[in-house]
T-cell receptor
Framework: DTAVSQTPKYLVTQMGNDKSIKCEQNLGHDTMYWYKQDSKKFLKIMFSYNNKELIINETVPNRFSPKSPDKAHLNLHINSLELGDSAVYFC???????????????FGPGTRLTVL | AQSVTQLDSQVPVFEEAPVELRCNYSSSVSVYLFWYVQYPNQGLQLLLKYLSGSTLVKSINGFEAEFNKSQTSFHLRKPSVHISDTAEYFCAVSDFRSGGYQKVTFGTGTKLQVIP
């Protein structure tokens, strides 16, 4: 199936731990994103990468470090987890604007992170 | 800077009744406009989009939205809702940054509750 996939789907961990969420897309897109959706469903962009290069970094604590080994993958590593990090994290991908495509973002199913 | 306002956090409506979900945006440059739908425990899916051309855009499942530049609005409508339309709906706006990259800003979402 062509899609954006994320692992794990659920992640429960203790405060202070370090965890990673993986994202992969097989849509041939060159731009990928991480979003955080809080308990009130508010969706906020965290990072955007284009061809492994960081292009958007939205006032995210430096405990969050994205890593893009290639343009099909964008992983999110979180150090020293805090209670406020509990949320659903969505990965998304799109083509780069100006390529003649419609710039729709395709979302993964989300990773529900619970910090205890 | 761009922003999106969805004034209604929840909209209850009886099955087969019409519905309108409101969206207003602000931006200093030309934008693209989107409506995404999020079903329970899933990622977001594109419902419809306005890029250019006709200001009235339609989805395959009966939703439509009209871009109104003077009122900076992109309200979503459906003449007759079904139970299966129960979901969270997000309005989004994107513009282009230097280098041709886009940033998408999402509204806070409107939960459509269809009552049998």
């Amino acid at each position: 199936d062509t899609a954006v996939s994320q692992t794990p789907k659920y992640l429960v961990t203790q405060m202070g731990n370090d965890k990673s969420i993986k994202c992969e897309q097989n849509l041939g897109h060159d731009t990928m994103y991480w979003y955080k959706q809080d308990s009130k469903k508010f969706l906020k962009i965290m990072f955007s990468y284009n061809n492994k290069e960081l292009i958007i970094n939205e006032t995210v604590p430096n405990r969050f470090s994205p890593k893009s080994p290639d343009k099909a993958h964008l992983n999110l590593h979180i150090n020293s987890l805090e209670l406020g990090d509990s949320a659903v994290y969505f990965c998304a991908s799109s083509t780069r604007p100006g390529t003649g495509m419609h710039n729709e973002q395709f979302f993964g199913p989300g990773t529900r992170l619970t910090v205890l | 800077a761009q922003s999106v306002t969805q004034l209604d956090s929840q909209v209850p409506v009886f099955e087969e009744a019409p519905v309108e979900l409101r969206c207003n945006y602000s931006s200093s440059v030309s934008v693209y406009l989107f409506w995404y739908v999020q079903y329970p425990n899933q990622g977001l899916q594109l419902l419809l989009k306005y890029l250019s051309g006709s200001t009235l855009v339609k989805s395959i499942n009966g939703f439509e939205a009209e871009f109104n530049k003077s009122q900076t609005s992109f309200h979503l409508r459906k003449p007759s809702v079904h139970i299966s339309d129960t979901a969270e709906y997000f309005c989004a706006v994107s513009d282009f940054r230097s280098g041709g990259y886009q940033k998408v800003t999402f509204g806070t979402g409107t939960k459509l509750q269809v009552i049998p």
